[in-house]
């Protein structure tokens, strides 16, 4: 009998059309990132991202592993869905090794944006303005980076981590 489930799972055809803006996620994907230390030097880590549909082909859930800058293992995962019904996307990461769950997107708070061949992530809690961007090139590329404003996006401190993914499977 075929399997009915490929190991990145299926999108639903239920699913909102919404959800296609991530669809470049699933799979697996090989990378090297880089992370600004509090010296302002940087350091390179190896890592691995891997997308699959979720909950019935309806949403996206996506993990990074890797290495930290101490040598201690990395992982983390993101929770994406579109919610049809309020017109918004719900967002959550786990930082599994750090322990906390963010909630980034929802009907209240933060947006998804296509801006050219990039899609633009931008949360807000009380302390921090975040702005991800997953700049696409072609369907096996995709750079990611993170910029982050600590006073109300008067200033970014942009470039802090950068991944450079390239599609394994």
């Not at 101490?70 to 983390?76: I, R, V």
Request: without cysteine.
């Amino acid at each position: 009998m075929a399997t009915a489930i490929t190991p990145h799972g299926r999108k639903s055809s239920a699913a909102p059309e919404e959800l296609n803006l991530f669809s470049f996620l699933v799979g697996k994907w090989a990378g090297v990132g880089k992370t600004r230390l509090e010296d302002g030097s940087y350091a390179e880590f190896e890592l691995t991202w891997i997308g699959r549909y979720i909950l019935d082909g309806t949403a996206i859930a996506d993990e990074i592993h890797s290495v930290g800058p101490d040598g201690s293992p990395y992982l983390g995962i993101s929770l994406r869905q579109f919610d049809s019904k309020s017109g918004s996307w719900i967002i959550e990461y786990l930082n599994v090794s750090g322990s906390f769950l963010r909630a980034q997107v929802n009907s209240r708070s933060g947006s998804v944006e296509r801006e050219g061949d990039a899609v633009v992530v931008t949360a807000q809690s009380e302390a921090t303005i975040s702005r991800e961007y997953y700049r696409l090139s072609g369907a096996d590329r995709f750079v990611y980076s993170i910029d982050l404003s600590n006073d109300r996006g008067q200033s970014w401190n942009r470039g802090s981590i950068e991944m450079t993914m390239t599609r394994a499977e």
